[in-house]
């Protein structure tokens, strides 16, 4: 997928504070959204954000801070690797879905999907299908507080998710 999306000029490169970020596939209205969102969740995200970004800006390459990388995609599920600092988003399935809330026809958003990958990538927990003990880990740890944050929603609020 990124080999196609740098081929045809579909790749945005651009950094958040001191992080490098790079972002394939979709069109440029979409990798734009995807940036503004990280940016955001990122920037606005509360404590979580902040040791997510550190822990980031220390994942380094021969001295240089390794990128940040966003993959827009039609297919897969979105996920995420730690070990390549690679978040891939399925804009087909997954942007757009409904989650559970206490607020019925929650939607998933580009925030809502980075701030989840981004505690795999960030904070290096578990990946939910691979150890079911943790299904909801990342959701608390990361996805729910950085959108409460985000959003100015206070520390709890009736958009959390509240189930895998």
């Not at 021969?62 to 039609?74: C, H, N, Q, R, Y």
């Not at 988003?89 to 879905?97: S, Y």
């Not at 607020?103 to 960030?122: F, M, N, Q, S, W």
């Not at 959108?147 to 958009?159: D, F, L, P, Q």
Request: proline fraction near 4%; charge should be negative.
């Amino acid at each position: 997928m990124k080999k196609l999306a740098v081929q045809y000029g579909q790749v945005t490169e651009d950094q958040v504070g001191d992080l490098p970020v790079e972002i394939y596939g979709g069109s440029k209205d979409e990798r734009q959204a995807a940036y503004n969102a990280l940016k955001a969740d990122l920037t606005k995200g509360g404590s979580v954000a902040r040791e997510i970004s550190e822990n980031l800006l220390a994942n380094q390459t021969d001295g240089a801070v390794k990128p940040l990388e966003i993959v827009l995609t039609a297919s897969y599920h979105s996920y995420s690797d730690p070990s390549a600092n690679l978040i891939v988003i399925d804009t087909k399935n997954d942007l757009g879905a409904t989650y559970a809330s206490r607020v019925p026809g929650c939607k998933y958003t580009y925030d809502r999907i980075i701030a989840h990958e981004l505690g795999h990538v960030g904070l290096f927990l578990p990946d939910e299908t691979e150890s079911p003990a943790f299904m909801m880990t990342t959701v608390n740890r990361a996805e729910n507080q950085i959108m409460n944050s985000v959003h100015g929603w206070g520390r709890t609020s009736a958009y959390d998710r509240i189930d895998y």
